[in-house]
């Protein structure tokens, strides 16, 4: 066997073993900063989860490769840049990182990572998807919406029961949808970007990050420096 052939066989087997499928970080908006010529920056990172591995540690020497001076005083910076790592765990079942990412700067996390009621307290797309694929399912989320919020725009749980009883084995005959064994992994950040104006008050910006990988087998220690890199790269780019 060739050396090349050998080289691609390997590659193969490699790529065939991995267990990421695929990883990303999906964000609730922008921040755009006008253009200036300050470069001075203070840098305030926290990490209250449970995975104190996930803190993106090295931000300040990203922004130093950027051209920005990290001071210790915030008085002296033009920018101050606060991130909190709020959040790591696996994922509830159904729910996607696009809807934790919705809830928005500060909102809270549901056990599971399910999201609160800054997101409508339910992800009715990931619900009505998950209800499509059930026999006699077929409901999208905007027929969930109406079937499931009262008239007070909060959620009937007894018509979330029917629908789900309807769907999942409620009457003779129907199977369970197939459960895939992927499980993603999410890490959510909140983001403040504050600058000191010259005149006027401060601006401030808002973000929030959510970084996940999907993989076969839940594997933490594998999907840390993937979020991590992730939050790095995202918090820094406004700079």
């Not at 409508?120 to 009505?128: E, I, P, S, V, Y």
Request: charged content about 15%.
């Amino acid at each position: 066997m060739s050396r090349a052939l050998s080289l691609f066989v390997g590659l193969l087997m490699l790529t065939g073993c991995s267990n990421v499928l695929r990883s990303g970080l999906v964000n609730d908006g922008s921040i755009l900063l006008p253009p200036s010529a300050a470069r001075t920056i203070y840098v305030q990172i926290r990490n209250t989860s449970e995975n104190q591995t996930a803190t993106p540690t090295d931000i300040p020497s990203r922004l130093k490769a950027k051209g920005y001076q990290v001071v210790a005083d915030p008085m002296e910076a033009a920018y101050w840049l606060q991130t909190q790592v709020t959040y790591c765990h696996k994922a509830g079942e159904g729910v996607r990182p696009e809807a934790v990412a919705k809830a928005g700067f500060g909102a809270g996390i549901g056990s599971g990572g399910t999201p609160l009621a800054n997101a409508g307290g339910f992800d009715m797309d990931a619900m009505g998807g998950m209800f499509a694929g059930m026999p006699g399912g077929g409901l999208n989320a905007q027929a969930m919406r109406a079937m499931a919020m009262g008239g007070g725009g909060m959620p009937d749980m007894n018509a979330m029961m029917r629908m789900a009883m309807n769907g999942r084995g409620g009457y003779p005959g129907m199977a369970p949808p197939p459960q895939s064994d992927d499980v993603i992994y999410l890490c959510v950040a909140d983001v403040l970007v504050t600058e000191q104006a010259k005149t006027g008050p401060p601006r401030t910006y808002k973000m929030r990050s959510v970084a996940h990988v999907l993989q076969k087998h839940l594997n933490i220690e594998e999907a840390t420096p993937i979020v991590r890199d992730k939050f790095s790269a995202s918090i820094t780019g406004p700079f």
